[in-house]
């Protein structure tokens, strides 16, 4: 009936189907303007990631705005009038910029210590570097000297120094998030009502909407810092660095793979095709089939609003090579219906290559769904949408399919059958290396097996962000630059809470009326209680805990400060009575940015902010973070529950930390899923196991090579081995389907194992071949991940390859699943075409 209706639908009325197809196709290809690319720095954290929760907490708190950091080794010496010339020029550029809120450089620090300041000139001018008789000696001095600019303004060579470019706050987009963070939380709780599920929607399209506009203005802002840096690049080397940069150059990156891989996929995929069946047609109509089913999913894309990432950015170009695999087995079969049947029409011929293949096709098509489905168990957002996009995308690619290609066909003419004996398929070969040494094939696929587990014990998840990327790339480069010269790249807060007992104030000795009447302060003013000696000697132990560990670089907190103010002090710490007067006399704008950033007298809490050594080969998150804990419980005398680590490096290692899991999720479910769809096609289990096992060794080999080169687990990896089952569970499924069909013939399993490797063995060689070569492109990238993403992807589907053509047909033969068989005659049965 289904094959019927689609005859008068579809084959009967052939221009009428490609223009409605045409139509739909047009109205998503309409929306293909409002598709978006996302490079934010949520696509690096977990979904729903608590520490998300506390870290955005914190953030409002202590205040956050994004900066960019400039970095500067001019030639000659920096500090010299020439020197500070070619900086001041660069700074007073970058001031003229109208997306710029402020740029900080070493000419703006004020100078304590050259010649020193005392405590009480702290409320006078003071000098910087662009004040007239200032000794260069003794600032550059101070640079080295002073925590709060050593090593993080100036590099301990004296050599390059940072310009920090402060981009504007949005208080609207900041107000949004905190709103929908607010939204969420409630909802997570089931705690919303129906007027909130409403403006948790609004509020998050709002959201969503202000991010683009900031993406895009600061992704305007970053190429307009590039214009100035490369008009001084003759003063010196300039990199430049911070999220923003990132996140635009990441942008360019999707762009860029989106357009090379989606190029590079067709012209392989044309010259393959080509060289596969020698015929236009057999080219352009695969090739409409591609552009049709992209366009409307880029379409689709837009119309809801669905962002592709850096790791979805390969949508497009695995969406091409599975249409393809899809419109080979069609090609394949149809042709082969054309050398047996001579006198069979056109529209006989289509009709009935589509009744063999549409239901082989859709189990792969449901297979490969499956396997990408099995993303979404992950909780990291980019590859859940991933997982989702590629779903809905090979649904489409199944439908246009079977419906481009069979209706354009009807346009052409019956194609000639090929000369008899023009072709012996290469798969042959393997049929013949099978029958010779089929036992060996097991016992070599078992020694493989053990190999992979061996090597799969030994994978790993750290991974250092730097290597994401190439080294002639300026992410890589500005990365290691401010991560050896100026303090370390990833930000890492240590936020501790204080019990209230601790904060309660003492009294003080009521003497020196004239500085300090305690009898008269208000409660707005008891904040000064809360700098005391013992806290502070408490904190600073910590901080230069936290400065000694190899793995940090710059450490600020309330203790840089203080050090300073000893400093001032000639060498002599504060004590308490003197401390509440510092703190009461203090100017507000020394307070706003020495004290405000690492104290929350309201919270009870002080913070540390490093930043830690993306560059360290050594390099292990969850050790140093497990480090950094133990010192404080056992040491340091804190609770656990006091201690709270927070900013990048744990969002970005909590992500890491979950892809183990993730892994063993997605392979489980994937397997779970086929093994499910192996049972309803095949309706045995004993062929569902032994359908499984060829897509086993395949991933398992994957996985192990990955740990035996000491290539970690990341976003992208962790998708390479449910991809590799869900594309090469394909051709175990068209083998096995059309093994079960040949062997009613005459029950001789040998013979059977010659004629579907004659037949279906080149459809499955052939959209193997397309596969591999359309994964070969992805190396192309800028983003090392997309490189071992396209590398062992195409490894695993050779592999699924040899596994289809010696290990499965050794197990059916071997194995008997389909019954008794007759008397083996090798070939038999079997004529080259």
């Given at each position: 009936m289904l094959i019927d209706l689609y005859d008068r639908l579809i084959l009967k009325r052939p221009l009428a189907t490609l223009l409605v197809l045409a139509i739909v196709t047009g109205i998503f290809a309409g929306a293909i303007h409002r598709f978006k690319l996302d490079a934010s720095a949520d696509s690096l954290v977990l979904e729903n990631d608590h520490a998300l929760r506390y870290y955005r907490?914190?953030?409002?708190?202590?205040?956050?705005?994004?900066?960019?950091?400039?970095?500067?080794?001019?030639?000659?010496?920096?500090?010299?009038?020439?020197?500070?010339?070619?900086?001041?020029?660069?700074?007073?550029?970058?001031?003229?910029?109208?997306?710029?809120?402020?740029?900080?450089?070493?000419?703006?620090?004020?100078?304590?210590?050259?010649?020193?300041?005392?405590?009480?000139?702290?409320?006078?001018?003071?000098?910087?570097?662009?004040?007239?008789?200032?000794?260069?000696?003794?600032?550059?001095?101070?640079?080295?000297?002073?925590?709060?600019?050593?090593?993080?303004?100036?590099?301990?060579?004296?050599?390059?120094?940072?310009?920090?470019?402060?981009?504007?706050?949005?208080?609207?987009n900041q107000e949004l998030l905190r709103r929908r963070t607010q939204l969420r939380e409630k909802k997570d709780n089931a705690q919303l009502t129906a007027k909130e599920v409403t403006e948790l929607k609004a509020v998050s399209q709002g959201y969503r909407k202000r991010s683009t506009e900031l993406m895009i203005q600061q992704r305007l802002d970053v190429a307009a810092i590039r214009e100035i840096m490369?008009?001084?690049?003759?003063?010196?080397?300039?990199?430049?660095?911070?999220?923003?940069?990132?996140?635009?150059?990441?942008?360019?990156?999707?762009?860029?793979?989106?357009?090379?891989?989606?190029?590079?996929?067709l012209l392989f995929i044309i010259i393959t095709m080509w060289m596969i069946f020698r015929s236009v047609r057999w080219v352009i109509l695969p090739l409409f089939c591609c552009f049709a089913a992209i366009l409307t999913m880029m379409g689709f894309l837009g119309m809801v609003d669905w962002r592709v990432t850096v790791i979805s950015s390969n949508f497009i170009s695995l969406m091409i090579i599975i249409t393809i695999s899809m419109t080979v087995h069609l090609v394949v079969r149809y042709r082969e219906l054309c050398n047996n049947d001579e006198q069979a029409d056109q529209r006989t011929l289509i009709r009935e290559a589509v009744r063999l293949k549409a239901i082989p096709c859709l189990y792969t098509t449901l297979t490969t769904i499956a396997a990408f489905g099995s993303l979404t168990v992950s909780s990291i957002r980019p590859v859940m949408d991933f997982g989702m996009m590629m779903s809905l995308g090979l649904f489409a690619s199944y439908l246009i399919s079977f419906i481009l290609l069979p209706a354009g066909a009807m346009l052409l003419k019956r194609e000639r059958p090929a000369p008899a004996g023009s072709s012996s398929p290469l798969t042959l070969w393997f049929a013949a290396f099978t029958?010779?040494?089929?036992?060996?094939?097991?016992?070599?696929?078992?020694?493989?097996?053990?190999?992979?587990?061996?090597?799969?014990?030994?994978?790993?998840?750290?991974?250092?962000?730097?290597?994401?990327?190439?080294?002639?790339?300026?992410?890589?480069?500005?990365?290691?630059?401010?991560?050896?010269?100026?303090?370390?790249?990833?930000?890492?807060?240590?936020?501790?809470?204080?019990?209230?007992?601790?904060?309660?104030?003492?009294?003080?000795?009521?003497?020196?009326?004239?500085?300090?009447?305690?009898?008269?302060?208000?409660?707005?003013?008891?904040?000064?209680?809360?700098?005391?000696?013992?806290?502070?000697?408490?904190?600073?132990?910590?901080?230069?805990?936290?400065?000694?560990?190899?793995?940090?670089?710059?450490?600020?907190?309330?203790?840089?400060?203080?050090?300073?103010?000893?400093?001032?002090?000639?060498?002599?710490?504060?004590?308490?009575?003197?401390?509440a007067i510092m703190y009461d006399k203090i100017p507000g704008e020394i307070k706003e940015m020495l004290i405000s950033p690492y104290v929350s007298v309201e919270?009870?809490?002080?913070?540390?902010?490093?930043?830690?050594?993306?560059?360290?080969?050594?390099?292990?998150?969850?050790?140093?973070?497990?480090?950094?804990?133990?010192?404080?419980?056992?040491?340091?005398?804190?609770?656990?529950?006091?201690?709270?680590?927070?900013n990048m490096l744990v969002l970005y290692n909590n992500m890491l930390q979950s892809l183990f899991r993730s892994q063993i999720m997605t392979l489980g479910l994937v397997f779970f899923g086929i093994l499910i769809m192996f049972l309803v096609l095949f309706r045995s289990l004993y062929i569902a196991v032994i359908a499984i096992i060829p897509n086993l060794l395949p991933a398992a080999m994957v996985l192990g090579s990955m740990g035996w080169l000491g290539i970690p687990l990341d976003m992208m990896t962790i998708t390479i081995a449910a991809i590799t089952i869900g594309i090469g569970v394909d051709n175990t499924i068209h083998y096995i389907h059309r093994f079960k069909k040949e062997f009613k013939t005459d029950r001789d399993?040998?013979?059977?194992?010659?004629?579907?490797?004659?037949?279906?063995?080149?459809?499955?060689?052939?959209?193997?071949?397309?596969?591999?070569?359309?994964?070969?492109?992805?190396?192309?990238?800028?983003?090392?991940p997309t490189i071992y993403f396209g590398l062992f992807t195409g490894f695993g589907m050779f592999t699924a390859l040899l596994a289809a053509l010696t290990l499965l047909p050794q197990l059916l033969v071997t194995l008997k699943p389909l019954g008794p068989g007759a008397v083996s005659s090798s070939s038999k049965g079997f004529t080259p075409q």
């Open positions: 907490k914190t953030t409002a708190h202590y205040g956050s705005r994004d900066y960019l950091i400039i970095t500067f080794t001019p030639h000659g010496n920096l500090f010299s009038q020439s020197g500070l010339g070619k900086l001041k020029r660069i700074r007073d550029d970058l001031k003229q910029l109208k997306g710029i809120d402020s740029v900080t450089t070493i000419l703006d620090a004020p100078l304590l210590f050259s010649p020193l300041v005392s405590l009480g000139g702290m409320h006078g001018e003071i000098r910087t570097l662009e004040t007239p008789g200032v000794d260069f000696s003794l600032a550059r001095q101070e640079f080295q000297e002073n925590p709060i600019y050593a090593g993080r303004l100036v590099s301990r060579d004296n050599r390059t120094t940072a310009l920090l470019v402060n981009l504007p706050l949005d208080l609207e490369d008009r001084h690049r003759d003063h010196g080397t300039l990199f430049l660095g911070g999220v923003p940069m990132i996140v635009s150059d990441m942008v360019s990156y999707i762009r860029n793979d989106l357009l090379v891989f989606g190029v590079g996929v029958e010779a040494h089929g036992i060996k094939v097991l016992w070599f696929s078992i020694l493989l097996g053990l190999l992979s587990a061996m090597g799969i014990s030994r994978l790993v998840v750290e991974n250092r962000f730097i290597d994401y990327f190439r080294e002639s790339t300026e992410i890589y480069q500005g990365l290691v630059t401010i991560d050896r010269e100026l303090g370390g790249t990833t930000p890492l807060d240590l936020i501790i809470d204080f019990k209230q007992e601790e904060l309660e104030p003492n009294a003080y000795d009521a003497g020196d009326d004239d500085l300090l009447d305690l009898e008269e302060e208000d409660d707005k003013d008891s904040a000064k209680y809360w700098f005391k000696s013992f806290r502070l000697e408490r904190l600073e132990k910590v901080h230069d805990f936290l400065a000694g560990l190899p793995e940090t670089g710059n450490v600020l907190s309330i203790v840089t400060f203080m050090k300073v103010v000893t400093r001032l002090n000639g060498g002599v710490p504060l004590d308490d009575y003197e401390l919270h009870n809490q002080v913070r540390i902010a490093m930043r830690v050594r993306e560059s360290d080969k050594n390099l292990a998150r969850e050790a140093l973070l497990g480090k950094i804990r133990a010192f404080l419980i056992e040491k340091m005398a804190f609770q656990p529950e006091q201690i709270h680590l927070t399993y040998m013979a059977c194992l010659y004629r579907c490797h004659g037949s279906i063995g080149r459809a499955m060689f052939y959209t193997s071949l397309t596969i591999i070569a359309g994964f070969s492109i992805l190396t192309a990238s800028n983003f090392i």
